[in-house]
């Protein structure tokens, strides 16, 4: 990714956030540092701080990008017509939140413990309000499991689907068609 100096500030931040995201993956946040990022960008490491007060807010915005994003996914996919088709829109749509931002899903499954103790709070409240509304969902359709199952499998299938789409694929409706699927198998699973 080059090209950082001929950049508008907003496209800039941007390649900054994408770079990030591929790194703190591929690195870790520990061994990722601001000259790597800058460098991936075409742009020096302390030129980034124009753009980012530091490595930790850099990760603290990726992150709260990821949730609003899975938020905003899950508000939309709740306008299904019964509650079996509201959870198969949800899934769709975080299937395909991890099919285009594989690199950013994974950074903030895995880095969270890097955020400083106020944004880590907010990005874990985020998380289990999104997690209720899976809970919400799943108890919706299937009157076997409580509220605890539900959580499982939640979490179970989302641990799933984020592991399957890190592998390189063909055809982006393909594997968004096939996870989905699958996902909705093991949500029924007995």
């Given at each position: 990714?080059?090209?950082?100096?001929?950049?508008?500030?907003?496209?800039?931040?941007?390649?900054?956030?994408?770079?990030?995201?591929e790194l703190f993956h591929?690195?870790?946040?520990?061994?990722?540092?601001?000259?790597?990022?800058?460098?991936?960008?075409?742009?020096?490491?302390?030129?980034?701080?124009?753009?980012?007060?530091?490595?930790?807010?850099?990760?603290?915005?990726?992150?709260?990008?990821?949730?609003?994003?899975?938020?905003?996914?899950?508000?939309?996919?709740?306008?299904?017509?019964?509650?079996?088709?509201?959870?198969?829109?949800?899934?769709?749509?975080?299937?395909?939140?991890?099919?285009?931002?594989?690199?950013?899903?994974?950074?903030?499954?895995?880095?969270?413990?890097?955020?400083?103790?106020?944004?880590?709070?907010?990005?874990?409240?985020?998380?289990?309000?999104?997690?209720?509304?899976?809970?919400?969902?799943?108890?919706?359709v299937r009157d076997d499991?409580?509220?605890?199952?539900?959580?499982?499998?939640?979490?179970?299938?989302?641990?799933?689907?984020?592991?399957?789409?890190?592998?390189?694929?063909?055809?982006?409706?393909?594997?968004?068609?096939?996870?989905?699927?699958?996902?909705?198998?093991?949500?029924?699973?007995?």
């Amino acid at each position: 990714m080059s090209g950082g100096r001929s950049a508008r500030p907003r496209e800039r931040r941007e390649m900054i956030v994408a770079a990030a995201a591929e790194l703190f993956h591929t690195k870790g946040f520990r061994a990722t540092r601001i000259e790597d990022i800058g460098a991936a960008v075409g742009m020096t490491g302390p030129a980034l701080y124009r753009h980012f007060e530091s490595k930790e807010a850099l990760l603290t915005e990726l992150l709260e990008r990821y949730w609003q994003r899975a938020a905003h996914d899950t508000r939309v996919a709740r306008q299904g017509r019964t509650p079996r088709e509201t959870l198969r829109l949800m899934m769709r749509a975080a299937v395909t939140h991890v099919v285009d931002d594989g690199p950013l899903v994974a950074t903030a499954r895995t880095q969270l413990a890097h955020l400083p103790p106020a944004a880590r709070r907010r990005i874990e409240r985020r998380h289990r309000a999104i997690v209720d509304q899976w809970v919400d969902g799943i108890l919706a359709v299937r009157d076997d499991v409580d509220a605890e199952e539900a959580r499982v499998i939640a979490i179970g299938i989302s641990a799933m689907v984020t592991a399957a789409a890190q592998e390189p694929i063909s055809s982006r409706e393909k594997i968004i068609e096939r996870l989905t699927r699958m996902a909705m198998a093991a949500l029924f699973a007995r």
